[in-house]
């Protein structure tokens, strides 16, 4: 999608001059319906009022700010999908940061240039809709920006040297500015005012301008007066190189945005340190920009793998699934090929219990879960991972036994309002957690009790150590297992909570026994 003259744009910005900079951009860019607002709050209002293709944002303003503005927008079911650039002089980079993970299209650093507003347009409005973050923290890359190639969403920015654009009506002083820079910098030349100023308002403006001011035609002052009045060339730094020495033409060129006066005849020692100070400045703006670009692109990147996993493995898988338990079903099997069937079964069912884990954790841990309650078996649940545990731990040899706590064979077998594959996961983790934790011979029980709410217990031999049962469900939390994450029982509390529901834990000295009971809402036809 491009600008035209129907995309309706949304400028929001607490300084008028600003908002009109950044319109008169948008328009040189083919923008037409250009609307403007001072504060976040008065463009919340216009946003819930009229539809708008796009919304530019200052980050800092009174009232609401732009980072505010966003999280509202990404919240609201109506706009959630709306390309939102934030325009920021921020260097924090928590705070962009925390931008990026509320689901900023693009960022762009003050100050900006025509064509680097337009490039970061694109990038927000042909790009994949932007969420809000799985978890803020998820968006803090270790991410080292280098001088070369980086690439930020089709955009390709190159570590290429900054641009001095040196203007002056005589050429010695033209040809001892270049040969002083030419090895550092891009040099450009320019031996009238009219032709430098072509050069400072197109979409490729220099980064520096040396500037003469006694010129036939367009003096210098004259451009310096024009530059500050264009989009593109407003911010660019400018450098006097005059042989005017009064107070009078100091104080015109510092009115007109002059960063330095050099008099001639020129002293390299003395002006070769004043423009390396100045686009030392510039490259590290560069730098930002670019560093913000890649932690976006980034950003996209696992929003891509997170689609991939959730949307394009979770569907195959499942059917991978049914066609196994399908075939296994079918009576002319012989016991080898259930067998078979048994350990795909299992493979299939464990990568989807992690696809679930590493798409929907971190969401519930960060409280943007939502769930969709569905009716559940929860029998048939524990009676499959049950049968998937015995082939894993057969070595153990085990006794590992359900009760789906069903009195009469047509008796409606219990459900529970919930997710069915938070389930799988849910008791897949706790019932593997007590296998590997009992003893050689010894027995696993795990029993539905039929109750509102269901209730379901997982007992088996062996006592989990004093030194972790109080914190047992805790992140990270393991003991004495090679190899353990610590995420096993931490995954199962949070999946049940996310679930409405709880799971505890007991340990008796006396018996031996570890006791896991979980709790979820009945499914009441």
């Not at 932690?295 to 059917?319: C, F, Q, S």
């Amino acid at each position: 999608m491009v600008i035209t003259q129907h995309t309706k744009i949304l400028v929001v910005d607490d300084f008028e001059a600003m908002r009109k900079v950044t319109a008169a951009q948008l328009r040189t860019l083919g923008a037409a319906q250009i609307f403007q607002a001072k504060d976040g709050a008065e463009a919340w209002r216009l946003l819930n009022q009229q539809h708008f293709d796009l919304v530019l944002s200052d980050w800092n303003m009174p009232i609401m700010t732009g980072l505010e503005l966003l999280v509202a927008v990404r919240a609201s079911a109506k706009l959630s999908h709306m390309p939102f650039i934030m325009i920021t002089a921020e260097a924090e980079r928590e705070r962009v940061v925390e931008a990026i993970a509320q689901g900023v299209n693009a960022l762009l650093v003050k100050p900006y240039t025509a064509g680097g507003l337009a490039e970061r347009i694109s990038m927000a409005m042909t790009s994949r809709p932007r969420k809000v973050a799985s978890s803020p923290n998820q968006s803090h890359s270790d991410i080292e920006p280098s001088q070369s190639t980086i690439n930020s969403g089709g955009l390709k920015v190159e570590s290429k040297r900054s641009t001095i654009l040196v203007v002056d009506d005589t050429s010695d002083n033209v040809e001892l500015l270049f040969q002083l820079f030419k090895d550092t910098y891009r040099v450009r030349i320019s031996l009238n005012g009219e032709r430098a100023l072509d050069i400072c308002t197109s979409d490729d403006p220099p980064d520096l301008v040396l500037l003469d001011i006694m010129m036939p035609g367009l003096d210098g002052f004259e451009v310096a007066k024009r530059m500050r009045e264009h989009p593109n060339s407003e911010h660019i730094p400018i450098i006097f190189v005059t042989a005017m020495e009064t107070d009078e033409a100091h104080l015109k060129g510092m009115a007109l945005g002059a960063v330095d006066f050099v008099t001639k005849p020129i002293n390299p020692d003395f002006l070769v340190p004043r423009v390396r100070n100045f686009l030392r400045y510039v490259e590290l703006h560069k730098q930002l920009q670019a560093e913000y670009d890649t932690l976006l692109e980034n950003a996209r990147l696992r929003e891509d793998v997170e689609h991939i996993t959730r949307h394009d493995m979770k569907g195959p898988l499942a059917g991978v699934i049914g066609i196994i338990q399908a075939l296994g079903a079918d009576i002319g099997l012989s016991r080898k090929q259930i067998e078979q069937l048994r350990i795909a079964e299992d493979a299939a069912l464990q990568t989807l219990s992690m696809i679930n884990l590493s798409s929907e954790l971190y969401k519930i841990e960060t409280g943007r879960f939502k769930l969709n309650p569905e009716p559940v078996k929860i029998g048939d649940i524990l009676r499959r991972v049950v049968e998937l545990s015995r082939h894993t731990f057969s070595e153990k040899h085990l006794i590992i036994s359900v009760d789906t706590d069903v009195a009469a064979v047509n008796e409606e077998p219990p459900k529970s309002m919930g997710d069915a594959m938070l389930c799988y996961s849910l008791f897949q983790n706790l019932i593997k957690n007590a296998c590997e934790a009992a003893p050689e011979k010894t027995q696993v029980e795990v029993m539905l009790h039929n109750e509102n709410p269901l209730r379901i217990t997982i007992a088996n031999t062996g006592l989990v150590p004093l030194a972790i049962r109080d914190r047992f469900f805790e992140k990270f939390v393991t003991y004495g297992k090679s190899g353990g994450t610590g995420l096993g029982a931490y995954s199962a509390k949070l999946l049940a909570e996310a679930q409405n529901g709880s799971v505890s834990l007991e340990v008796s000295d006396e018996t031996k026994r570890t006791t896991i009971t979980v709790v979820l809402c009945a499914y009441v036809a």
